[in-house]
């Protein structure tokens, strides 16, 4: 829809016309998908329609003249046109096709076509001037002669269905004889009582009353539109043979005419009608939707039922376990290779924190999790949005599992990189190793000598050279050992506090896409809905 909504054509008691039209318009672009098909399908149908209407032809009326066969209502729309326009009487005693006139100089043939009526159909009048009464001259009239509503011919009354949607003005020509008729009044004006506004009643025929009669019959046809909800609306006795009441009928039309609200109260009528359908189905209440604790409590189930922690802890313990192997003194690392698994290659400790973690999300716990949050998010509002949300956050995540597995194991967490620190310290590991051998191998040569009486060797606080080398070697070895483990240790809880964060973010990120993306479309969905249906009522949220 138009960010700028279309300059309003009508204007009504009720509010810009336009303005409820884009609001109905908004109301069924959202719900499209998610309500009722046939109500969506309905609105969109008005909307097309009213949005057609307030675009064509906006100082035209189309006054529609409906009844059943032998009303004279082609009697009648001759008597109005001056001329002999419709067949009357034996020569068509049912009216097959719509037939129109408009009155004035343009501006009727594109709002006929649109409406459906063949160019064969449609004749154009202009009342000469001068000669036509102010107060009966309908320059702006497009007047139809629809069908009978009750002909054999099923074509007939459904044009009459199809046009009377189309009409600005009804007008329901009755007589004497069948103005009781329950077919008129149960198919027509009962279900269309909401257009009271733009309904004319006429009581053709008059003059096949006695004048005694006029005033009973003329009070008998009042109170069955008001068991209708038609009370009030214009009711005119006419003899369109005699032209008894034509001219009547004429000023009534030409008030509709002048006053051009017709249009926009058909318009309106039927955008209020459909609307609070609408609203009936979609409710009007604010959502409540999540709260930032709903939130986070999702992330914080996936977390734990995809197994974060544990991951974090079995990276830290991996991690002090190749930095102990690297760093230690070499001659415990060979001891303590047979005693415990190799982690030093990055595929082992990668195999050590996704295999195993894919086994352990819990897929329960995770469908669970996307249910509490979608009961959550449809608090207060009506069943059919609380089957949207569902059909658009339960039903696609039935592998969140799955998908949260893979994303942990797509996660980059850098553990297959020894940090520079664990080469330098094994290179000084390595060297005071061999200080230590070689300050070993020159003491055993030092005591071989000794024996036969040749031993020489450089002389500090009187203990050889050797004996030092050997032992601070030794000395050396065993306590970096030592403040490497430490080390070791306090690095990889940094680096497991890292990868849990890192962990949780993937979590957030599949919980923002799968779940909780939906779910606030859904509810903005709601929201569009609710809104459309208030500014096509007419009111202020």
């Known amino acids: 829809m138009n960010d700028t909504p279309p300059a309003p054509l009508f204007s009504t008691n009720g509010g810009d016309v336009a303005a409820r039209v884009d609001g109905l318009a908004a109301a069924v672009d959202a719900a499209s998908g998610r309500l009722d098909p ?229 318009t309106g009528a039927d955008v209020e009608h459909i609307a609070k359908a609408f609203e009936q189905m979609s409710g009007d209440v604010p959502a409540i939707g999540l709260t930032d604790s709903d939130r986070d409590q999702l992330v914080a189930t996936l977390a734990e039922a995809a197994g974060v922690s544990a991951v974090a802890d079995s990276a830290e313990k991996a991690l002090v376990s190749r930095a102990v192997t690297a760093t230690t003194w070499p001659p415990l690392r060979f001891v303590g290779r047979s005693k415990r698994p190799s982690a030093t290659e990055g595929g082992a400790l990668r195999s050590l924190e996704f295999d195993d973690v894919s086994a352990r999300v819990q897929r329960p716990a995770v469908d669970v999790a996307v249910r509490d949050v979608a009961e959550k998010a449809t608090i207060g509002l009506t069943p059919p949005w609380v089957q949207s949300v ?64 040749d031993a020489a060797a450089p002389m500090i606080g009187g203990v050889w050279l050797p004996v030092y080398l050997s032992v601070g070697g030794l000395v050396i070895g065993l306590v970096l050992a030592m403040v490497a483990t430490v080390a070791a240790k306090s690095s990889a809880s940094r680096r497991a506090q890292e990868i849990d964060e890192a962990l949780r973010a993937t979590i957030v990120d599949v919980a923002s896409e799968r779940v909780l993306a939906p779910v606030d479309n859904e509810l903005a969905a709601y929201d569009q809905v609710r809104r459309g249906i208030a500014t096509a009522l007419g009111r202020r949220i």
């Open 390 to 453: 569902r059909r658009a956050v339960v039903v696609p995540n039935r592998d969140l599992a799955d998908v949260l597995d893979h994303a942990m194991s797509r996660t980059g967490l850098g553990l297959d990189r020894a940090p520079t620190w664990w080469s330098v310290v094994k290179t000084v590991q390595w060297t005071a190793l061999a200080v230590t051998v070689a300050g070993l191998l020159w003491l055993l040569a030092l005591v071989g000598a000794e024996v036969t009486g």
């Open 38 to 266: 046939g109500l969506v399908n309905e609105g969109a149908t008005v909307v097309r329609r009213a949005a057609d209407r307030l675009r064509l032809a906006s100082d035209r009326t189309v006054v529609a003249l409906a009844g059943a066969t032998g009303s004279g209502k082609s009697s009648l729309f001759n008597a109005v046109a001056g001329i002999e326009l419709s067949a009357v009487g034996v020569r068509r005693p049912t009216t097959s096709w719509a037939m129109a006139v408009a009155w004035g100089e343009s501006g009727s043939r594109d709002l006929l076509e649109w409406m459906g009526i063949p160019e064969r159909q449609q004749m154009s009048l202009t009342s000469p001037l001068g000669t036509v009464p102010d107060d009966t001259n309908l320059d702006g009239l497009v007047l139809l002669d629809l069908p009978d509503h009750d002909s054999t011919e099923v074509s007939h009354h459904l044009e009459v269905d199809r046009l009377v949607q189309y009409a600005d003005v009804l007008v329901w020509v009755l007589d004497p004889q069948k103005y009781a008729d329950a077919a008129i009044h149960d198919r027509y004006l009962r279900p269309l009582a909401r257009h009271a506004g733009v309904t004319m009643v006429v009581l053709n025929q008059i003059d096949r009353l006695p004048p005694e009669k006029w005033d009973g019959t003329l009070q008998d046809v009042r109170r069955l539109l008001a068991d209708d909800g038609l009370a009030g609306v214009p009711l005119i006795a006419v003899s369109a043979l005699r032209g008894d009441g034509v001219d009547d009928f004429k000023r009534a039309l030409v008030r509709k005419i002048r006053d051009k609200q017709a249009a926009g109260m058909r």
